[in-house]
């Protein structure tokens, strides 16, 4: 807002915050300082205020200084609350500061923020499991391929079982119905005609802890009563388990969850289960799974 002041002298009177007081100055006070003064009222003055005809005359005859004033004003959020310059026969008043809002742009770019952010956050912790959730052996329930039900397939060394592989002797593979299983339909003997072992290689994070468990029982059908394995990592055996087929029949086997953990050296770790029962009635394992003990 520009507010223009006329005044006779170029030594302009002093403005005290945003009130303007300045009067017409004659050449040095008398007639003529008498004569500017009433010659133009006050800002705040009498709206009604006449001049006299020497005032008139005193101001005609007055070189005139045009001034223009800026006064603050409103402007809008974080802005000053001004000021306006009264009108003759208006009362000063001053402009109320408006509320501060938020624009819908600024709103949209913090949202935006806090939603990077939180993604930024799902996407790490997702690409861990995603990693993590690789180290779960394939297939831990047995179920590829799926065998003819109530039937007994028997795979040799270097032959493989769905993901897995059997690394020595021979292992069995039974089918739907042959007896009861942990988990899914299938199930493995670790003794097929001789002591067998199988194993699987899957990624793992270098110094990230693992927990193993899997669901262990015995073949019912033959001797011993104690049926004996072991669990190796990497070549090394981490737990000899045993179960006793007591009292246990096809369709109540009985089945423990057995664990065990350890600690990966590096992106890949083989885990082997093998049976060391010296029979053709070995230990009996499914659900077979591998998870990581913390996420880092």
């Not at 990693?131 to 028997?154: C, K, L, M, N, W």
């Not at 053709?280 to 799974?289: C, M």
Request: aromatic share 6%; charged share 15%; with cysteine.
């Amino acid at each position: 807002m520009i507010a223009t002041l006329q005044h006779a002298d170029p030594t302009f009177s002093r403005l005290h915050g945003s009130t303007v007081r300045g009067a017409p100055i004659g050449d040095g006070g008398g007639a003529g300082a008498a004569a500017g003064r009433s010659a133009r009222p006050d800002v705040h003055g009498d709206p009604n205020a006449t001049s006299s005809p020497a005032a008139s005359t005193s101001t005609a005859t007055t070189a005139a200084t045009t001034h223009h004033l800026r006064f603050p004003c409103d402007r809008g959020p974080g802005g000053s609350t001004g000021t306006r310059l009264s009108e003759p026969g208006r009362e000063k008043r001053s402009l109320p500061r408006p509320r501060w809002r938020p624009s819908r742009r600024r709103i949209a770019i913090t949202v935006g923020a806090i939603l990077a952010l939180v993604a930024t956050s799902v996407i790490v912790r997702a690409g861990l499991l995603t990693h993590s959730t690789r180290a779960t052996p394939v297939d831990g329930g047995f179920e590829t391929p799926q065998i003819p039900s109530y039937t007994t397939a028997t795979v040799a060394a270097g032959q493989s079982v769905g993901a897995w592989t059997v690394t020595q002797g021979n292992v069995d593979l039974l089918g739907s119905g042959f007896w009861s299983a942990a988990e899914g339909t299938q199930s493995v003997d670790l003794g097929g005609l001789v002591n067998g072992a199988i194993a699987q290689t899957f990624s793992t994070i270098p110094g990230q802890t693992y927990m193993v468990e899997f669901a262990l029982a015995g073949n019912p059908d033959g001797p011993p009563s104690v049926k004996a394995g072991r669990a190796s990592v990497n070549g090394q055996p981490v737990m000899d388990f045993t179960s006793d087929i007591t009292g246990m029949s096809r369709s109540n086997m009985g089945y423990r969850k057995m664990r065990f953990s350890f600690t990966s050296s590096g992106t890949q770790t083989t885990i082997e289960f093998a049976s060391t029962s010296g029979t053709a009635w070995g230990p009996v394992i499914d659900d077979v799974s591998v998870a990581p003990v913390s996420l880092r």
